[in-house]
């Protein structure tokens, strides 16, 4: 079992940053490829940027790469998410998620924590 809490959303204006944190827990977290996703209204759950606790391997959406990035913390059992030059159609609810492959498929992600709101005003 794997538990995630997600903390930093806000308002921003465009152009801004904001940080967003993971806080993962649970015996095997440690096993677990960590992935940021995102939902806005009425759309589907998309991936934005992937990291694992080893190596590590890292992806990234076509379309956050070069403005966002993605750090872990083995230490303190955190991922983060760096998102500059941020635009409104960022926009969404942002979710935390673990998985047991390197994948950009929500569905392969077993674990997921409450979400957090960003929201981007232009």
């Known amino acids: 079992q794997v538990q995630l809490v997600e903390s930093g959303g806000g308002l921003v204006q465009a152009g801004g940053s904001l940080r967003l944190s993971c806080a993962a827990s649970?015996?095997?977290?440690?096993?677990?490829?960590m992935g940021w996703f995102r939902q806005a209204p009425g759309k589907e759950r998309d991936f934005v940027a992937g990291?694992?606790?080893?190596?590590?391997?890292?992806l990234y959406a076509a379309s956050v790469k070069g403005r966002f990035t993605i750090s872990k913390d083995n230490a303190k059992k955190t991922v983060n998410l760096l998102m500059n030059s941020l635009k409104p159609e960022d926009t969404a609810v942002y979710y935390c998620?673990?998985?047991?492959?390197?994948?950009?498929?929500?569905?392969?992600?077993?674990?997921w924590g409450q979400g957090t709101q960003v929201t981007v005003s232009s």
């Open positions: 998620a673990a998985g047991r492959v390197v994948t950009m498929a929500a569905p392969r992600y077993d674990y």
């Open positions: 649970g015996r095997t977290f440690s096993s677990y490829y």
């Open positions: 990291i694992s606790w080893s190596g590590p391997i890292t």
